[in-house]
């Protein structure tokens, strides 16, 4: 959600009650900076009359092309319920990894709000929007393979959503999915979208959870769930168990991860807020090994030579560079990893 003015008094309220009280602090945390990643300017290449919406959702297919999701012209209402009209135009890029040049885009006349976008080993492209209160599952050229939720319509039935956040796939197909601003859970599915079972209420509890808001899974098949307003990650087992929680003092609201399975390395983001969620500080980008420890983290915390930004999602290539999506500034940003 992007708050583009802020005067209404109920809204202050709703903020006060879903925000941490936990602010990042800078200085006990190492710092990567430009000693392991640093800022590819120019990228992404983009037309000079193509204006990016609200970018909320991007993954990597195996040729290393770089999928995004955004809204376009369109806005999070500030309040009331959500829009009821398609966003006509293109809402999915595929970007050129180099260049960020477009290579295809697609997706106009489907999506309401767009959210959450995943990429899986096939390179089905799976959609969450928390408009329509569905997740999607397209080809890689954009073709429907699969549509679960009932349209416009919220639930916390085995058919129903209520504003789903993201997708991960499993090896075999079957899916999970965080749901999400309006329910408080993980769902899962099988390949082919039967429902199989569901973990998690509203809360701050083991296994609870406060707008989860994304998820991703290791190779042993670890569930780890950005659960966003309780500024944590939970790590569940591939059942739902509960097996940890990641968290720290210097945490802001987790808005995503994603895991670097060449080096066993998860990659988090946060947004820093303050005035009770109304004042955006800045984003990190935080390294994480297997273990939960914090290795690096830069962004707000470190030096590096860019805007202010507040990342909704992160993936990471297989050469380790890390791609962000800034709602603030409606960018893009990739961070290289230098070579050693």
């Known amino acids: 959600m992007v708050i583009k003015k802020i005067y209404l008094i109920p809204f202050l309220i709703f903020m006060?009650?879903?925000s941490?009280?936990?602010?990042?602090?800078?200085?006990s945390v190492k710092r990567a900076d430009n000693k392991t990643y640093y800022l590819q300017k120019g990228w992404p290449e983009l037309p000079s009359n193509f204006k990016l919406g609200n970018p909320t959702g991007i993954g990597i297919d195996t040729n290393q092309n770089i999928f995004i999701f955004h809204r376009a012209g369109r806005d999070w209402p500030l309040i009331g319920s959500m829009p009821k009209t398609y966003i006509?135009?293109?809402?999915i890029l595929m970007l050129d990894a180099q260049n960020g040049k477009i290579l295809n885009s697609w997706g106009d006349n489907i999506f309401i709000m767009p959210h959450g976008l995943t990429v899986d080993k096939n390179n089905n492209i799976w959609i969450t929007d928390v408009g329509l209160n569905q997740v999607f599952k397209f080809s890689h050229e954009g073709k429907l393979l699969m549509k679960l939720g009932e349209a416009k319509v919220a639930g916390n039935d085995s058919t129903h959503f209520n504003r789903p956040t993201d997708v991960a796939v499993e090896e075999d197909g079957s899916f999970y999915v965080t749901d999400g601003y309006g329910n408080s859970r993980v769902i899962k599915f099988s390949s082919d979208g039967k429902y199989l079972f569901q973990w998690g209420t509203k809360g701050k509890n083991q296994s609870q959870?406060?707008?989860?808001?994304?998820?991703?899974l290791d190779e042993k098949g670890n569930v780890y769930v950005a659960d966003r307003e309780n500024c944590r990650i939970q790590v569940f087992d591939s059942t739902g168990k509960f097996?940890?929680?990641?968290?720290?003092?210097?945490?802001?609201?987790?808005c995503s991860i994603a895991y670097d399975k060449n080096i066993k390395t998860f990659v988090a983001v946060d947004d820093a807020t303050s005035w009770f969620g109304l004042k955006h500080n800045g984003s990190d980008i935080i390294i994480i090994d297997s273990t939960g420890k914090v290795v690096s983290r830069f962004g707000r915390s470190g030096s590096y030579d860019g805007p202010k930004c507040w990342y909704h999602d992160v993936a990471v290539d297989k050469s380790g560079n890390i791609y962000v999506e800034d709602i603030l500034g409606n960018r893009i940003q990739k961070f290289e990893k230098k070579a050693k």
């Not at 006509?88 to 809402?91: D, F, Q, S, V």
């Not at 959870?209 to 991703?216: D, E, L, Q, S």
């Open 88 to 91: 006509y135009a293109k809402t």
């Open 20 to 27: 941490c009280n936990n602010f990042p602090k800078s200085k």
């Open 243 to 254: 097996i940890t929680e990641w968290t720290s003092k210097n945490f802001g609201h987790i």
């Open 209 to 216: 959870f406060k707008i989860p808001h994304a998820i991703t």
């Open 16 to 18: 006060l009650f879903h």
